[in-house]
């Protein structure tokens, strides 16, 4: 079917068509014929144009005339022509134009076939818009996944050595306690710890991820155990799967943060999928390094079965070098107490406020456990009855007011196995305050810490906090921090805005969500 359409340019506007000839300056009604689509082995579209009463005079077709249209497509640029019958969408190289008649003889070309399959390898595994940090962090997740893999292969290999080793008459016997603990106390670990470390996987991402991941690296460890002690195999494949499931738990509830941070077009579905693609080539190629190293060794019995154990503490390393690397290349826009902490650390010392970079490479990647062990710590949260309370906070708690939206005080805990007395800054937040109050309240608090350290009244409030001299220059020094606040907290959110950080909302823990109540009796 040809649909005709007739045109009958307006004498208001007076321009010349490309393909008209000069010599005829009397506009003619011409003709577009719209035939149907056809597919050619250089898949060009084709549009053809029938004229009317020669309005192709005078045009060549071996000098095509270039239209305004670029198109930029898989890396390739492509620009639209018309050759006098038809409309061409012919590549760009240069100068010179790449299509179909153009004349060229074919030449193969090595840097341009090399260049091709990188792009396609890329295209396939990286997302179309993503932050510039992201090929770094696929890098050394292809080191992870790839050694991780062949650990997996290996203790699974290890795990059926260990069930031809033990008695054959239990196999049948134990499947239905297999299942309960080996699967159901595996999945009911998860649930337990997820449960526990809820609001821990947004506000230490990156130290969760990294001991779970640990965790994981020792569990392979355990199932490589179970061809020695065959008769305890249900028991080292039940602890290995606890830990398997919540190393799981913890890769799950990360990875969508991980990934928001990449996806700078708000194409988070593609950037997900893309690390699932990610992740099954690595893994494969885990799969076949592992199934090379076996055949290597089919001859020789003995060493394939001590292989594991040779192999096991190298991969290991190499696995968590590579997870470790790997989070150092997310860099989190939200906002978390430590991340904040380091921001107005900066802001107080040199009016700088870092980016989300800059903050990444100066947040801790380590045991949960190693945190806070600076003197003088800031906590969120509020004072412990139990805990022994100086004469300074109770003070500082009969002077709030109704209209105080957070208050700060001193707190005394002890620390470690030898319960080392240390003194620390602790910040209440009021109920029903902004996430700007928050921001305000450790801002205060930075710059009261930062002045204990670098005088000697912190050892003087370890003596005696009751003198009225301490009490005197504690409210003093409260006094000059809420000035500070007052100057400084316009300008340092202005700064924390233009350096791409969320200022929406703060992840805060469990503890540090706590929050107090103001009563006037």
């Known amino acids: 079917m040809q649909s005709t359409i007739y045109y009958k340019p307006s004498t208001s506007h007076n321009f010349q068509l490309p393909w008209k000839s000069t010599k005829n300056p009397a506009f003619k009604t011409f003709r577009l014929s719209s035939k149907t689509l056809t597919l050619t082995n250089s898949l060009r579209p084709q549009i053809t144009f029938e004229l009317e009463g020669g309005a192709n005079d005078g045009f060549q077709p071996s000098n095509p005339v270039k239209l305004p249209v670029v198109i930029q497509r898989h890396g390739k640029v492509s620009r639209y022509f018309w050759d006098g019958s038809r409309v061409r969408l012919l590549r760009v190289d240069g100068d010179g134009v790449d299509g179909g008649g153009s004349g060229v003889p074919f030449c193969f070309d090595l840097d341009k076939v090399v260049e091709a399959s990188s792009l396609a390898i890329r295209n396939f595994f990286i997302p179309k818009q993503v932050s510039e940090n992201y090929i770094g962090y696929v890098k050394w997740k292809f080191l992870h996944r790839v050694f991780s893999s062949a650990l997996q292969v290996l203790a699974t290999q290890a795990m059926f050595r260990a069930i031809g080793i ?11 306690l297999n299942w309960v603990l ?3 106390l595996g999945r009911l ?4 710890y997820t449960a526990s470390l809820a609001s821990a996987f947004d506000t230490n991402l990156k130290r969760v991820r990294f001991t779970t991941s640990m965790l994981f ?7 490589l155990l179970t061809p020695v002690f065959p008769h305890h195999f249900l028991l ?11 190393s799981l738990a913890c890769y799950m509830a990360t990875s ?15 950037v997900s999928a893309k690390s699932q693609i990610q992740s099954v080539c690595f893994d494969n190629l885990g799969l076949m390094l592992a199934a090379v190293l076996n055949m290597l060794l089919k001859n020789n019995q003995r060493l394939q079965t001590g292989l594991p154990f040779i192999l096991y503490p190298i991969f290991s390393a190499i696995d968590l070098f590579g997870i470790y690397q790997g989070l150092k290349h997310v860099h989190l826009q939200t906002l978390t107490k430590d991340r904040l902490e380091i921001i107005i650390g900066s802001w107080i010392s040199s009016g700088y406020v870092p980016s989300p970079e800059e903050v990444s490479k100066d947040e801790e990647i380590n045991f949960m456990w190693s945190k806070g062990k600076e003197p003088l710590r800031i906590r969120i949260g509020c004072l412990n009855p139990k805990a022994q309370l100086s004469k300074l906070s109770v003070m500082t708690m009969q002077s709030v007011s109704n209209e105080d939206h957070y208050f700060i005080c001193t707190e005394i805990f002890y620390q470690g ?7 620390g800054i602790l910040l209440c937040i009021r109920e029903g305050a902004r996430t700007a109050d928050v921001i305000m309240g450790l801002l205060q608090a930075c710059y009261v810490c930062k002045a204990l350290r670098s005088s000697m009244w ?14 005197k220059e504690w409210f003093k020094l409260l006094d000059d921090s809420k000035r500070y606040v007052q100057q400084q907290f316009g300008p340092l959110n202005e700064q924390m805005m233009v350096r791409g950080w969320a200022l929406k909302n703060i992840l805060l823990n469990t503890e540090e969500q706590t929050r107090y109540s103001y009563m006037d009796d």
Do not use: W
């Open 189 to 192: 670990s998860r649930c337990i």
């Open 182 to 184: 080996k699967d159901g």
């Open 236 to 246: 080292l494949a039940s602890l290995a799967n606890v830990a398997k499931q919540m």
């Open 458 to 471: 912190e050892s003087t409030t370890k003596a005696s906090d009751s003198s009225d001299l301490i009490l």
């Open 256 to 270: 969508p943060p991980i990934h928001r941070s990449f996806a700078i077009a708000d194409n988070l579905a593609e």
């Open 417 to 423: 196995l030898a319960k080392t007395r240390e003194q």
């Open 166 to 176: 033990g008695y054959s008459r239990s196999l049948t016997s134990a499947a239905a």
């Open 217 to 223: 690296t020792f569990s392979i460890g355990v199932e």
